[in-house]
């Protein structure tokens, strides 16, 4: 079957395609060790929490309500009559309704907003979509309408004690050319668990406003919710600002809803791009959101359970490693949040690609590093030496997994040494 530029591009195998095949497969493969994919963890509190709260609305006829009427194409009204004014309330933002918009997830956000900033523009200029720290989102990469629509710049790299280290936005190389139509970061990063500093993103925003260009932060698992996040970062948000968030991180990736906020007329071209694509977002999480919100879980869930869920999980699974493979042999980025460990085995004798090859054969789904440098023009061998590892599941799965990859690091390393 013959397709158009657009279905040669987009119908073709990507980074995010695979990764989200391995996790399908992963997840419903008896025996499989999942340690790869984005899927947020089963915290008992919030099953139990999402469950008692659907019951509730399906007894009393909120359900049948979400499930039998579209909302508008920008969100559901009252959920983001609610939103706006709980951000105002608790952070000070000069917010409302009209600076907010909700899509079918947070993909489908950033599908929207690269092609919206970035591209062909009507004046014959193509601007592009600059990441100012990779590594970036995997994800990202193949979301542009035209080739070559991402800029990346490579990172400082700060080494810390215990084998980690940290990178930083390196303002020294970082170069904003009068084709860059928006800088995009993620914070925490997925894959690295990276939180950028509030200097840095201070920095940023004026960079940003300097050359009258947006700024993008995704926060699908920063604060205020899901709380995912294990450093100090304050939220920020302003006019120039759009802010991205989801439910996903929350515990519930199958609703499917992104939340954008900007300004009000970028809202309003989200707003018709949802009514062209989708008709609407789809209500079931939204509908869920604005019970939490009207009985101020939403924030409090993230602080108390979310947050310190993962943050205890992610020290353990540090000490896993720590037993099985040494400090000399794979460096950690420090974990300051998201639901990934970002392992560097430096000097490693074969590439992160041939590593997970191995690994997928043994069980163990990880993800190679190299996926995530989108817009990053050289090779850099930094970058094959890399893996992201999901923390989530439990430890007892964690541990065969590690004990795996130690026991394909080392063969790999005999095989070199031959």
Known sequence: MNFSKFGNKFAKNSGISELMKDLN???????????????????????KYFQDLLAEMCANGQLTDTLCNYDGPQGKDAMLKALAATLKAKLGWDISARNIALTNGSQSAFFYLFNLLAGRFEDGISRKVLFPIAPEYVGYADSGLDEDLFVANKPQIEFLP?????????????????????????????????????????????????HNIP????????????????????????????????????????????IIIG???????????????????GGIGPSIA??????????????????????????????????????????????????????????????GLELYRRLKKRGVLMVPGHYFFPGLEEDWQHAHECMRMNYVPEPEKIEQGIQILAQELEKAYQESER
């Open 25 to 47: 497969e992963g997840i419903r493969t008896p025996g499989a060790i999942m340690l790869g994919g984005g899927n947020p963890a089963h915290i008992p509190e919030m099953d």
């Open 290 to 351: 604005l019970e939490m919100l009207q009985r101020d879980d939403l924030f409090k869930l993230s602080q108390n359970i979310v947050g310190p869920f993962y943050k205890q999980r992610v020290e353990e699974v540090i000490k896993i490693i720590r037993r099985y493979i040494p400090e000399d042999r794979c460096l950690i980025h420090k974990p300051e949040g998201a639901i990934f460990l970002w392992l560097w085995f430096k000097d490693m004798p074969i590439s």
């Open 263 to 281: 300004s009000e007329d970028l809202i309003d071209a989200i707003s018709n791009m949802n009514g062209i694509i989708s008709l609407a977002p």
């Open 215 to 258: 700024l993008l932060i995704d926060n699908a698992y920063g604060v205020p919710f899901p709380g995912i996040i294990f450093s100090e970062a304050t939220p920020f948000w302003n006019e120039n600002i759009i802010l991205c968030m989801s439910l996903s991180k929350l515990g519930l990736p199958g609703t499917r809803c992104g």
């Open 162 to 210: 215990d084998g980690q280290f940290k990178y930083h936005v390196d303002f020294n190389t970082l170069e904003i050319t009068k084709d860059i139509g928006v800088i995009c970061v993620s914070r925490p990063t997925n894959p690295t668990g990276n939180v950028i500093t509030d200097e840095e993103v201070l920095h940023l925003d004026q960079l940003a406003k300097q």
